[in-house]
């Protein structure tokens, strides 16, 4: 039984098994949650970016999927990379944002991660209306059939928390 909590605060001071990083297909750093994760975490988590890049994601990360690295010097064990879909004009694809907690859930499985914290996955930089996005954020992880015993969700700010807040009883 996977236990929902949420707090109010930065993603990088969690004390967690993992610490989910709302990447971009390059892996190699940006802003918000991820540029705050490697300025806190330091150069190992963009050292084994690197590497990933020249192995298995020599193309990137594709939207919608995840992949994990060290958490270096965050109070975490990994670091679970996903990338968000951006919303446009004309909207976005739920599915493959529901895809990137579905996934960073698999990943966790396989690491035997229990405690896991996610940011609101593309409601920053790509444009992902907050009360949306975390309809689906919650949906996707109560569907999800994992082993992670909490998944806590971090939020940035009052109006983040209270969307999430909404429906979480
Ligand atoms: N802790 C928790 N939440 C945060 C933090 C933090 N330290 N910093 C920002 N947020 P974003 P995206 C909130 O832009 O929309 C990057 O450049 C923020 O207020 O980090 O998926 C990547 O490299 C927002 O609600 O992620 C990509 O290019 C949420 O976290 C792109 O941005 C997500 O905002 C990804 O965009």
Redesign the pocket.
């Known amino acids: 039984m996977t236990t929902i909590t949420l707090v109010r605060g ?3 001071r969690q004390s967690v098994d993992a610490v989910v990083n ?3 297909s390059s892996l190699l ?8 994760i490697h300025r806190r975490g330091g150069p190992a988590i963009l050292a084994d970016c690197r590497r990933l890049r020249a192995s298995h994601h020599g193309k990137g990360l594709p939207t919608g999927q995840a992949v994990a690295t060290t958490a270096g010097e965050l109070d975490a064990r990994w670091v679970i990379h996903t990338v ?1 879909p951006v919303y446009q004009a004309s909207g976005g694809d739920p599915s493959l944002l529901a895809s990137c907690y579905r996934e960073s859930l698999k990943i966790a499985d396989e690491l035997g991660a229990r405690t896991v914290a996610f ?8 444009g992902w209306p907050m009360a949306d996005a975390a309809r689906i954020a919650v949906e996707a992880v109560r569907a999800a059939d994992t082993a992670v015993e909490e998944v806590r969700f ?1 939020l ?2 009052d109006s ?1 928390y209270q969307a999430f807040a909404e429906l979480i009883g």
Do not use: E, K, L
Request: proline letters at 4%; aromatic letters at 8%; charged letters at 10%.
């Open positions: 930065d993603i990088t709302a990447a971009n750093g940006g802003g918000g949650v991820d540029g705050a968000g940011p609101a996955v593309s409601t920053g930089a790509y971090v940035f700010d983040a």
